[in-house]
């Protein structure tokens, strides 16, 4: 959807045009922010109503969130601040099996991206694009292509994010399934 939003609004033929004159809307980084603060969102209420089930009808605990992190010990130091508290074990291992920390490089890890990325924007500064110029590999030319903090090609991380993210989500599609409809409360 980012993609789409950038082809309405970076000039018509930039690629063919000498790329680095044009300047790329100020509105996709906000958009870019948005993105990341939904994926990071969308981690944060599947523990919550991970926690949920492991109340038993009783309140979640409070400060619950989906730990992202580069070690094994960061994972554990987080689990005893409790932000998995309330979390069956069984989902607890299930977090921890898509941690950064199991890839080879956990900065490039899309989870880990996607925390540095989100932090950075909730918290620093938002993230301005460039076009950056295209480059070559030995499968062929790369054309111009959308690119923040020093060259990180966004649409490719976010299509790494979002399947990332996907792929979470469907696998505790299922147990979340039988969660009971939220109870609306007296305020509302």
């Known amino acids: 959807r980012l993609l789409e939003l950038a082809e309405q609004l970076l000039p018509e033929g930039f690629e063919a045009a000498g790329v680095a004159h044009h300047r790329v809307p100020g509105v996709l980084s906000l958009v870019l922010g948005d993105a ?75 989870l880990g991206l996607l925390r540095d990325l989100s932090n950075v924007d909730k918290h620093r500064i938002i993230h301005l694009f460039e076009v950056a110029p295209g480059f070559s590999t030995p499968d062929g030319d790369v054309g111009p292509y959308l690119a923040i903090s020093g060259g990180l090609p966004i649409i490719q991380a976010l299509e790494r994010i979002d399947a990332m993210v996907a792929a979470i989500l469907d696998r505790f599609e299922e147990k979340l399934r039988r969660l009971p409809p939220p109870v609306e409360s007296a305020e509302s």
């Open 36 to 110: 990341l603060h939904n994926y990071r969102s969308a981690l944060d209420h599947l523990v919550f109503q991970l926690a949920l089930m492991g109340r038993d009808g009783g309140d979640a605990p409070e400060g619950t969130q989906f730990v992202i992190r580069d070690t094994p010990e960061a994972f554990e130091k987080a689990k005893a601040r409790g932000y998995l508290d309330g979390v069956a074990q069984q989902h607890q291992d299930m977090i921890e099996s898509v941690q950064p920390y199991r890839s080879a490089d956990p900065a490039l890890h899309p």
